[in-house]
Every structure is written in structure tokens, then in C-alpha cells.
């Protein structure tokens, strides 16, 4: 191999890792992060749900609904907020409600339970 022809594929195999350390290496943290931060926020949203049952089951106010779902949460290894928690409970209860209605075009929550 020439001189000329060993620069040019030393400049090739530069580009080339450049190239993967400034744009592949950031996007997989970032596909890599998404699918974390996207299994998390599945794990809340079935302990906040799982809350809202346990408490219907067995007659807990929203006080100790709160607190099994931080809980169980923490279990996970998820910080979980009191005002996280409404924020999430209220969505949950917002989307199973949506969904009864869809389904037989009646609301099976009553707006004193939320």
C-alpha cells in the first residue's frame, strides 16, 4: 500500500470512529434509557392500579392506597412521590374509566371514588 493510500485509510478509520462515538455511542444511552424510563413508568402504572384494587377489595381510603402503592413501588426500586402518586392514580383511574365506557357505555367508577 502506498503512503497516499495508508493516509486515506487512516482518515477513513478516524471518520469511522468519530463517527460512532459522537452519534451511535449517544443514541444507544438514549434507546437504552427510553426502554428503562418506558419499564418504569409500566411498573407504576400497575402498582397504582393494582392500589386503587387492593384499596376497593378492601375498603382502604386514598390514604393507605398511597401508601401500599409507594411501597410496593419502592420494592421495584422506584422513588415514588406522594404527589407523583395523584398525578399517576388519577391517570390510571382515568384511562379504567375510559375503557368501561368504551366497552359497555357505562362509567363503573363514581366520581366520589377518584
Known amino acids: 500500500m502506498t503512503e497516499a493510500g495508508m493516509t486515506l485509510t487512516l482518515a477513513a478509520i478516524g471518520f469511522i470512529a468519530a463517527l460512532t462515538t459522537t452519534l451511535l455511542f449517544p443514541f444507544l444511552r438514549t434507546k ?16 397504582v392500579g393494582a392500589a386503587f384494587a387492593e384499596g376497593k377489595k378492601n375498603g382502604w381510603d386514598g390514604n393507605a392506597q398511597k401508601a401500599w402503592a409507594i411501597e410496593k413501588a419502592q420494592a421495584f426500586g422506584i422513588d415514588l412521590s406522594s404527589e407523583q402518586y395523584d398525578i399517576i392514580r388519577k391517570a390510571v383511574v382515568d384511562e379504567i374509566k375510559s375503557y368501561a365506557v368504551l366497552q359497555t357505555g357505562i362509567s363503573v367508577i363514581e366520581e366520589s371514588e377518584v
Request: no cysteine; charged share 30%; hydrophobic share 55%.
Open 32 to 47: 437504552i434509557s427510553s426502554e428503562k424510563f418506558a419499564l418504569a413508568v409500566e411498573k407504576i402504572r400497575l402498582v
